[in-house]
């Protein structure tokens, strides 16, 4: 069996992940820590990845970022290889299916935290974002790794907006849950089923650790 999809699935989640989680990081605090106009229109751009149909989000995506598109050539320009049908497309994918869930995952966290050490942090002095760094996020870093292992295992899944912006190309594109419908379409179902279960194991596990790290300390043992 061709282990290309896994192995090509497994970097995109890695590298989706961790840029998924600096962008929420980023907006968990602006979201909840921040007064600004305009903070309703961003948590709603953030929520609409959720709610949006993966085809109709992964054209919009190829409208964006299409080869005919200014920011597509652009990119084409500036390093010599469009950004659609590539590796990097399916990562793109993977952020917009992964990121807004870790948002709504970490503001909750952040929200949940006890403002009595927030209000210690202050009378010392400290500023805004460095009691975020410094106090806030220490008290999350349970719940954070939690998102992010599940941002993982969702990135891990895509499939309507990394086909539309990714494609299907054998060796280059093609992800694990790409080549499981192209292995049902071709036919090679014991194929279909080794990626399912690996799909399925790897989807488990994701669930199972963040429950433990999200989960009361007397209930962990």
């Not at 952020?95 to 949940?112: G, M, N, Q």
């Not at 895509?158 to 790409?178: E, H, R, Y």
Request: proline share 5%; charged share 15%.
């Amino acid at each position: 069996m061709d282990y290309t999809p896994l192995v090509l699935s497994l970097k995109v989640a890695f590298a989706a992940t961790f840029i998924s989680l600096l962008i929420a990081l980023a907006c968990a605090w602006a979201l909840s820590e921040l007064q600004f106009r305009g903070k309703e229109l961003l948590d709603a751009a953030m929520t609409l990845p959720l709610v949006l149909p993966p085809t109709v989000l992964g054209y919009y995506l190829l409208i964006v970022l299409g080869r005919e598109s200014w920011l597509g050539m652009l990119w084409e320009r500036v390093t010599g290889s469009p950004i659609v049908f590539t590796p990097k497309a399916a990562v793109i994918a993977a952020i917009f299916h992964s990121a807004p869930l870790l948002t709504k995952y970490l503001r909750a966290a952040v929200e949940s935290v006890d403002p009595i050490y927030i209000k210690a942090a202050r009378s010392l002095g400290i500023a805004e974002w460095n009691i975020y760094l410094r106090v806030i996020l220490p008290l999350c870093q349970r719940a954070i790794a939690a998102a992010a292992v599940l941002a993982f295992a969702r990135s891990l899944g895509d499939f309507g907006v990394t086909i539309m912006i990714a494609g299907n190309i054998p060796g280059k594109t093609q992800t694990l849950s790409v080549a499981i419908y192209e292995a049902v379409e071709s036919g090679r179902n014991s194929v279909a089923l080794w990626l399912v279960l690996i799909v399925s194991v790897i989807g488990f596990s994701g669930v199972w650790i963040a429950n433990r790290l999200s989960a009361p300390p007397a209930l962990r043992s």
